[in-house]
């Protein structure tokens, strides 16, 4: 068995800015659990204070239930690879790998026993054949596949990585992703797992911890995170889809519910007797609109086509209305209580606000200017109060 990584209120300030605030979450053993966070939200920093390379303001880390605080990185015994590769320049990639071994006296004690493992995780890495080489004559993939070798060859308590595709080309980012998939699957080893890139979180995670502004918003499965959000950040961060945020107001009548977004409206929403002429904000995700011919009935919403992204095998049609945006970076109480300068007002803000984005197949390619209609999900809108918290229907599962 792999050990058990969890963190209590766990917080880190520099003066008065507080990067990471409060955090508890927990690793099972085995679990592979990644960080998901816009750049800045405290994810590298809680990575640190695990691995014992940066001590806590506040709050504690266990490993197997055990205070960890005053062990030393080295004590711990965790494993971290970096997203610069931190190789050492003058050494060969063996050399490399090899190194935990040399210096933390993790080894097996016999040179031959240390080389044939330095050779098996090489091999699980893909990269037996460039063992000879030294840093610089490797691509960045090769050099980010070194690293990962080098932090798993002295078999880790548990294994930290901090955004480790980041530096690696595009093309190399989704086969070093399944590589990473696999390995996880096959040691089984804790892992934590740090990065911005939500694919990276959907495709490997076990559970999914998302962060913004040094505070947890959401644990859970990737499925839970995506199709269940908890708050309106989360709706917005996280899932393939792009998600618009409008303001609304819900009604509640003797027709049932309706959500008023001004100029149009959508009946028929799931009750909300409580939120009877509540302000809200209303997350309309890509999955969730189809369209429909422009005198379409129904829930229905309506626009003029702004410009048309062409992927290949479908488009995404981007459709202004005159619905009113609420961009994520303002959707929560939150969102501002960064240190002023780092503040940014609406006006800089550059997102389209109220602009819907539509997928259709390739060849309905729209004009530019034209009338459109989106017919609405209404099982796929997700409602947000003031706070950014989530609203659900009354009597309405979980996921």
Not at 117 to 125: D, W
Not at 192 to 208: F, G, K, S
Not at 262 to 291: E, N
């Amino acid at each position: 068995m792999w050990d058990v990584i969890e963190t209590r209120a766990l917080t880190k300030a520099y003066g008065r800015r507080v990067v990471v605030d409060a955090v508890s979450m927990s690793v099972a053993s085995g679990e592979f659990v990644v960080l998901l966070g816009p750049s800045g939200c405290g994810k590298s920093t809680i990575l640190r204070m695990i691995a014992g390379l940066e001590e806590p303001t506040s709050g504690h880390v266990l490993i197997n239930g055990d205070d960890a605080d005053e062990l030393t990185a080295r004590e711990r015994g965790i494993a971290m690879v970096f997203q610069d590769f931190a190789l050492y320049p003058h050494l060969t990639a063996r050399e490399n790998i090899a190194m935990p071994l040399r210096v933390g006296h993790t080894g097996s004690g016999s040179l031959t026993e240390d080389l044939k493992r330095v050779e098996q995780v090489a091999g699980y890495l893909g990269v037996a054949d460039l063992l000879d080489r030294r840093p610089h004559q490797l691509s960045g993939g090769q050099a980010q596949r070194v690293a990962v070798a080098r932090a798993i060859v002295r078999h880790p308590r548990a294994f930290l990585l901090d955004e480790p595709l980041s530096q690696v080309d595009a093309h190399l980012r989704q086969a070093l992703r399944a590589e990473i998939a696999r390995l996880a699957k096959r040691l089984r080893v804790t892992t934590l797992y740090v990065t911005h890139d939500q694919v990276e979180a959907l495709t490997l995670a076990d559970r999914i911890v998302v962060m913004e502004s040094g505070v947890v918003r959401q644990i859970g499965t990737p499925a839970q995170v995506r199709t269940d959000p908890d708050d309106v950040f989360v709706a917005g961060f996280v899932g393939a889809a792009r998600t618009t945020l409008v303001q609304g107001a819900v009604y509640f009548g003797r027709s049932g519910a309706v959500l008023d977004l001004g100029s149009q409206a959508l009946g028929g929403i799931a009750t909300l007797p409580a939120q009877h002429t509540d302000r809200v904000t209303v997350a309309l995700r890509t999955d969730a609109l189809r369209a429909v011919p422009v005198d379409a009935p129904g829930p229905v919403l309506r626009g003029r086509v702004a410009f048309v992204e062409d992927l290949g095998s479908e488009l995404l049609v981007h459709v202004s209305t005159d619905l009113v945006g609420v961009p994520a970076a303002f959707s929560t109480t939150d969102a501002t209580r960064a240190i002023p300068r780092q503040r940014i007002s609406r006006e800089d803000y550059e997102e389209p606000f109220g602009e819907l984005v539509v997928r259709v197949p390739a060849g309905q390619r729209p004009s530019v200017g034209a009338a459109f209609a989106v017919e609405v999900d209404l099982d796929r809108v997700f409602l947000f109060d003031r706070a950014g918290c989530r609203l659900r229907p009354e009597n309405a599962p979980r996921s």
